[in-house]
């Protein structure tokens, strides 16, 4: 986890102008370590992006319901070759799985509602969230912003 610096910050120098200081990271060791585990496949995080990538090898396995906002179509999101995977790496520092590739998620055995979707309108914001409170999700991340 030497790089993966928001799970455990151990101040490490990126450079000579940048070094990151020690212990400013989301805590998430110290969760799993009073928690006795990783996370488990009870708990839901749904993450409301843009696109994804559904076969990344640390999303793939553990895909939930997923939602297509655009077609208001269940089980089934635009792949890949869209253009539009803003939502995988949002995705994968919540869920990345352990399997000695990439990162390590923060809850890396809880399972991933993938939601194609932004944010253009109220109704389409109340839609997409109503859409993950009755189907189970616990966690709600959306990763939004202007460029």
Known sequence: ME???HLKNEGVVVDANWKLKKGADAKVVDA????GHMG???LVVAIIDNGFDLNHPDLKDKVYRPFDNWSN???R????DSGHTHGTPCA???LAAINGKGIVGAAPNARFMP???TTFSTRATEKMFDYCIEN???IISCSWGTD
């Open 115 to 117: 939601i194609h979707g």
């Open 40 to 42: 488990n496949s009870d």
């Open 92 to 94: 994968s520092v919540a």
């Open 3 to 5: 790089h993966q610096w």
């Open 73 to 75: 179509t269940v089980n």
């Open 32 to 35: 799993w370590k009073r928690l």
């Open 136 to 138: 189970g999700a616990d």
């Open 77 to 80: 999101i635009p792949g890949a």
